[in-house]
T-cell receptor, first 117, second 114 residues
Framework: EAEVAQSPRYKITEKSQAVAFWCDPISGHATLYWYRQILGQGPELLVQFQDESVVDDSQLPKDRFSAERLKGVDSTLKIQPAELGDSAMYLC???????????????FGAGSRLTVL | DQQVKQNSPSLSVQEGRISILNCDYTNSMFDYFLWYKKYPAEGPTFLISISSIKDKNEDGRFTVFLNKSAKHLSLHIVPSQPGDSAVYFCAASFRFSGNTPLVFGKGTRLSVIA
């Protein structure tokens, strides 16, 4: 079964350091999402790509977070500098992204757990 | 302002009995509702969805009911099994038009006791 690949699975860093997460979506999925899940909360959207273009980054803290999907396939989410409040699970998801094709079912990766000390 | 609310943080059910997980929403323009299940250290996995024009959708042991007038949906699991123990997220979206990600609730932790 096709999977969304994410790495690293776990990352521990000190505040003010830079961190980066990588995601490889399911082949052929045009839409890629980065969500952040804080413990005890639901996933919250950070950024959405359609192919290589950003569709929605309104909730992305752009002073420290950046995301790219240069060739419209895999994607990288970067945080610089990391802050204590960034400790969370960073989830990547992808979907076919077909308009008017029913429920937009996202397939999630296993996530990258970030701990900022 | 949370558009999707799951007001019960946790639920415990005996194996074999029915589990009922509830979800409320505030935006009447949502077109689809989805349920995801999440085990620790894994990403959420899709369970079942329902269109806003339906009031029930069933898939094996899982049934989702939608009450549009009350802006309420529920997930029924019958019979509950220990492997169903996980966090369940309710999510909602608009009809996909290239800019409609899922909006999630905070989740309900289900514990099925053997």
């Amino acid at each position: 079964e096709a999977e969304v690949a994410q790495s690293p699975r776990y990352k521990i860093t000190e505040k003010s350091q830079a961190v980066a997460f990588w995601c490889d979506p399911i082949s052929g999925h045009a839409t890629l999402y980065w969500y952040r899940q804080i413990l005890g909360q639901g996933p919250e959207l950070l950024v959405q790509f359609q192919d290589e273009s950003v569709v929605d980054d309104s909730q992305l803290p752009k002073d420290r977070f950046s995301a790219e999907r240069l060739k419209g396939v895999d994607s990288t989410l970067k945080i610089q500098p990391a802050e204590l409040g960034d400790s969370a699970m960073y989830l990547c998801a992808s979907s076919l992204g077909l308009a008017n094709s029913g429920a937009n079912v996202l397939t999630f990766g296993a996530g990258s757990r970030l701990t900022v000390l | 302002d949370q558009q999707v609310k799951q007001n019960s943080p946790s639920l415990s059910v005996q194996e074999g009995r029915i589990s009922i997980l509830n979800c409320d929403y505030t935006n009447s323009m949502f077109d689809y509702f989805l349920w995801y299940k999440k085990y620790p250290a894994e990403g959420p996995t899709f369970l079942i969805s329902i269109s806003s024009i339906k009031d029930k959708n069933e898939d094996g042991r899982f049934t989702v009911f939608l009450n549009k007038s009350a802006k309420h949906l529920s997930l029924h699991i019958v019979p509950s099994q220990p492997g169903d123990s996980a966090v369940y997220f309710c999510a909602a979206s608009f009809r996909f038009s290239g800019n409609t990600p899922l909006v999630f609730g905070k989740g309900t932790r289900l514990s099925v006791i053997a």
